[in-house]
């Protein structure tokens, strides 16, 4: 449920012992509430938005708290730890970084971020030929926005500042990002509304009729923009909140459209990058090229890094020294994410979320066949899905069962993170791409024991 917060007093749960999942206590556990009452005391009322389990250690696919409880992850920490929580060679690699005796050089030159950027470039698409790495996934998409309204004036005047997005879109949480994204609730302080953002429905949506790029092309002309003046169209490469990809016919007459117009087309993929959806790019799936991508989260598996990867002419449109951040490849940072991607390269981690696809998705949809009336959609691709819960006879949003199942699942010790997607309805899917069949058979019969409590 968008802002349900959990209750902290601890009730009596089964008590479960398998290979991947142990509940031992009441959950949240006892000894664990003094903790989750600090950090309610302490932190904004927006942190206390996740089921409360604390977190001790983190490995493979597996998360622990102090108390002997262990949890079955279906969440990577939000889409992080690709490679695995806590890899060893990752690990390794920080405690080498380390020992170098270099934490920090700013926009200074370093080794390891040349050895970062160059690897980042030999292993995607040709057309993304420079990379900026910067810290967070907002401060990625930001950065994009800025290079397509630079790149509109460049190439336009000042009246190509059109930045085109979805709606339902998430890119990040500044103001930019926000402006960018399609979610109204976020973006109710934005005062006075910039009419240079402008959302379009988007066509991977069950509940958006038309689908169509024809669709998509009235739409703007309805909101009175036209092509001349649109600098850059955005898109999570899937939706992430509720795993739906855009159809590929769309995508592709929107490669055409904004080649035509002299638009900067950008892919949002800090969810959908390194290997998440079967390939090592989500964007792969459309068969288009990209002109700037947005990176994040499972760059590193771990420490916060994210990158801008495009086309030269548009990552080259700042001059020296003004386009930076005081942490543009932390060497720290820049050493996990280089063993991470070794990781995901060498162990082939695209393709085992592309094989692991088969039974994740086989087993949703016997969920959803036994719930039809609740269960609209089961989108998704590779490591990613989310079922998309209704209330039963009609397509309106079920962000109560969604949270009702969610919390069902960790009290079974199957880990999620809160519903997401629209208003908070979908129960998303995204383990570590290390998991294994065994584990994701295992997952989904919980969340269908789940839905049989909250639904049957
Ligand atoms: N873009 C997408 C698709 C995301 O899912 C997120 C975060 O969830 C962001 C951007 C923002 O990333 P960050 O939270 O690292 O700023």
């Not at 979805?166 to 399609?182: K, N, S, V």
């Not at 169509?212 to 036209?226: C, I, M, N, Q, R």
């Not at 086309?311 to 991470?340: F, K, V």
């Not at 079920?398 to 069902?408: E, G, L, R, T, Y």
Request: hydrophobic letters at 40%; a negative charge; one cysteine or more.
């Amino acid at each position: 449920m968008a802002g349900a917060t959990y209750p902290l007093e601890p009730i009596d749960v089964p008590q479960v012992e398998t290979k991947n999942r142990k509940i031992v206590t009441k959950l949240p556990a006892p000894e664990s509430i003094a903790v989750l009452e600090k950090l309610r005391e302490t932190e904004p009322l927006s942190m206390s938005g996740q089921p409360p389990i604390v977190w001790d250690r983190a490995e493979g696919f597996h998360v622990y708290d102090r108390w002997g409880n262990k949890w079955l992850d279906f969440t990577s920490g939000v889409l992080v730890a690709s490679a695995g929580h806590s890899r060893p060679e990752i690990a390794k690699a920080l405690k080498d970084q380390v020992d170098s005796g270099l934490l920090h050089n700013y926009c200074f030159p370093s080794e390891i971020r040349s050895r970062l950027a160059a690897k980042l470039i030999e292993c995607s698409p040709a057309e993304l030929q420079k990379v900026f790495l910067l810290t967070t996934g907002a401060e990625a998409t930001e950065c994009c926005i800025k290079l397509a309204k630079t790149w509109g004036q460049k190439v336009g005047g000042a009246d190509k500042n059109v930045f085109v997005s979805f709606e339902g879109a998430f890119h990040g949480r500044t103001l930019g990002a926000q402006l960018a994204g399609g979610i109204p609730g976020l973006k109710t302080w934005i005062n006075p509304v910039d009419e240079s953002f402008v959302q379009a429905p988007f066509p991977g949506s069950f509940r958006v009729e038309d689908q169509s790029f024809d669709g998509f092309l009235k739409v703007l002309a309805e909101k009175g923009v036209k092509p001349g003046q649109i600098c850059g169209v955005m898109t999570e490469t899937y939706q992430g909140g509720d795993a739906w990809f855009a159809p590929v016919d769309f995508v592709r007459d929107l490669r055409k459209w904004c080649d035509d117009n002299d638009v900067v087309l950008i892919f949002d993929e800090v969810q959908a990058g390194f290997g998440r959806t079967g390939t090592l790019f989500g964007y792969e799936h459309y068969g288009v090229e990209a002109d700037l991508i947005a990176c994040g989260k499972g760059i590193s598996s771990s420490l916060p890094l994210s990158a801008v990867m495009g086309r030269q002419e548009i990552l080259d449109q700042y001059g020296p020294g003004s386009m930076t951040s005081t942490h543009t490849g932390s060497p720290l940072c820049c050493a996990a994410a280089l063993a991470s991607l070794d990781i995901v390269l060498a162990e082939n981690l695209s393709a085992n979320a592309a094989e692991m696809e088969k039974p994740l998705q086989a087993g949703l949809a016997e969920i959803k066949a036994k719930y039809p009336d609740n269960i609209a959609n089961v989108g998704g691709k590779g490591l990613v899905a989310a079922l998309n819960m209704v209330k039963p006879g009609s397509l309106d949003p079920d962000p109560d069962a969604a949270f009702n199942i969610v919390w069902k699942c960790v009290q079974k010790g199957l880990l999620f993170f809160s519903p997401v997607g629209t208003q908070g309805s979908a129960v998303k899917i995204s383990p570590p791409l290390i998991i294994d069949e065994e584990a994701i058979t295992e997952g989904v019969g919980v969340i269908a024991e789940a839905c049989d409590e909250v639904l049957g």
